[in-house]
């Protein structure tokens, strides 16, 4: 099974920053993409940031100019830089790898255990 460990959440106040980081602990034939989704409570889980193998980026709107997301073209490990932090980006955040396993397997999604992000005013 493949795990995705999460670091660097924690609580900051408003106009702060935090780096979040994940990697996986075993190795992965090749990966796809690589993520960050965020699930506040009683919202669903939205995407905040991804970059692929090609190192193209996608933002959420939301975090548009605050975050930033980086890895070796979504190689292993991959970070996310948030600056600017506001209250509405308090949620538990979710590291997330599209890749295949090894040559006997398809592409799957793999999942982090989540990070809690806490930002007060």
């Known amino acids: 099974q493949v795990q995705l460990v999460e670091s660097g959440g924690g609580l900051v106040q408003a106009g702060g920053s935090l780096r979040l980081s994940c990697a996986a602990s075993t190795n992965i034939l090749s990966i796809n993409r690589m993520g960050w989704y965020r699930q506040a409570p009683g919202k669903q889980r939205e995407l905040v940031a991804a970059?692929?193998?090609?190192?193209?980026?996608t933002y959420a709107d939301s975090v548009k100019g605050r975050f930033t997301i980086s890895s070796d073209n979504a190689k292993n490990p991959v970070y996310l830089q948030m600056d600017s932090l506001k209250p509405e980006d308090t949620a538990v955040y979710y590291c997330n790898l599209l890749g295949q396993r090894n040559r006997f397997t398809l592409y799957e999604d793999y999942w982090g255990q989540g990070t809690q992000v806490t930002v007060s005013s």
């Open positions: 970059i692929t193998s090609a190192g193209t980026t």
